[in-house]
């Protein structure tokens, strides 16, 4: 890949995970992103498939159409094939002729039988526990060619780089996420505490100590007992709102 084609792809990369809704998207939006790369260099249609590897287990995780789905899952069904193999090898694995290469005959027969004839794997790092693999696919052989190879392991290298960051702003979104619920339990608790204290005339440790006691003895968690109390008062649900 020529630098101005991979600053190219990296931007456009980087746009996917702006644009994206979740990790789950990213990996789609990558898999078509690859598998246009690939063809425009190719000048034939190829597709692509998203293998995921986490904890010794390999699955499926997204793909340039559900073509490249169904073919990817082959794999992942027989346990064993080029996408596979470069996961566990952590490197590239090609498949140039489904008729002629012996390693994995009954993948292959079932490729053919989907007018599949040429794959290719190219492995991804994530982290320490996790891996992941683009599975290209073409209908002809001679297509991933030594070029063709060359540029699908630079495209690999940024499209890793692009995943990793996917995966860390997408753990970051959760933790905010979790933040803010928690954020908005405590609004709950302390509207709960205050409600306490005007039917007891107590002070707010005083009110948190009976709704800490009301928890404990209907083993409830104590959010669940505020919003109890709130809705005793309101006849409804109460919704609490916290903007970060």
Known sequence: MSKYAGNDAAVQLQDL?????SVEDFLDRLAEFAASTLSHSAGTAVECGVTLRRRKKNMTVAGSSGNAVMLDRIEQSLGDGPCIEALRTKGIVLLADVDTDPRWPEYQQ???AHGCRSTLGVPLEIDADSSAALNFFADSTGIFTADIVAEASGFADLAGQALRLAV???TAQTRAEDLQAAMEHRTSIDL????????NRCSQEEAMAILTRVSSNRNQKLRDVAADVLKNVTGEEIHTH???
Not at 17 to 21: L, N, P, R, S
Request: charged content about 15%; hydrophobic content about 55%; proline content about 0%.
């Open 17 to 21: 995970i702006v644009g994206a809704d």
């Open 110 to 112: 079932q490729l053919a």
């Open 168 to 170: 860390r702003i997408g």
């Open 192 to 199: 709960a505490c205050g409600v306490v204290m005007a039917q």
């Open 242 to 244: 916290f903007d970060g």
